[in-house]
């Protein structure tokens, strides 16, 4: 579980980013976070993996004190993809995914990493692409690549900050049910940010949503995933009708 409490971040000319925010995140399973543009989710995100220096406030990963565990041994209990995750260098598909082993090879693969390299390639639909450069692939490929270089860290929690990003309706799809594959069979805990609130509803176990800075609901899709809230958190209001068990947000009517 991940733990926040009293999380307070403000830049340096004092404008608040996050505000107190004290939540939780479970276990296992995937849990999406929502909220309009600018509420501060990547802004969480960064300060979860330590990208980002706390100021005010906790947060534990298992009982881990994310700003007293050292960046390796972080490395290897939590891994993210960022929005800004463009990779312009001649790396290969492979080599990538082999980067992604690199806290626990440190620069000399053994037969293990090379075993899980090939594993994901083939979980991913990557096999075919593994010499290609990832310059010479397209938006989307380029995106399932740095989801299977996270996947390849074989860390508990995954942290994906809008993997849907440049996917077209297939392969966002496809990328939602291997989260769910990987959640249920590798016992993993996917955080990941949607905007697609109906990937969220269909997809996640527990929803936090964001706005301001603040978490201002937090539950399960079916729960919290109403009119009213709709309106709280992204000021639209639009009609929800229920699809095999799934509230789905009509947001394009
Ligand atoms: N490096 C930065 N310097 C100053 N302000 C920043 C910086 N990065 C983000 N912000 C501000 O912090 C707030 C939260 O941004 P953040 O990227 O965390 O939001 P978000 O919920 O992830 O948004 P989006 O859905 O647009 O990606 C925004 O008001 C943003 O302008």
Redesign the pocket.
Known sequence: MITIEHLHYQ?AGGTP?LKDITTHIPKGGITALV??????????FAHIARLQTIQQGKILIDQLDVSKTPIDEMAKKIAILR?DNTVNSRITVERMLMFGRYPYHKGRPRTEDVEIVNATLEQFQLVDLRERFMTELSGGQRQRVMVAMVFCQSTDYLLL??PLNNLDMYHSRQLMQQLRHIADTYQRTIVV?L?DINYASAYADYIIG?KS?EVILEGKPTAVLTEHNLERLFGVNVPIVMINGYPMVMHYL
Not at 35 to 44: D, Q
């Open positions: 830049l980013i909220g309009p543009n600018g509420a501060g989710k990547s802004t969480l929005q900050d809008e940010v905007h964001m800075g």
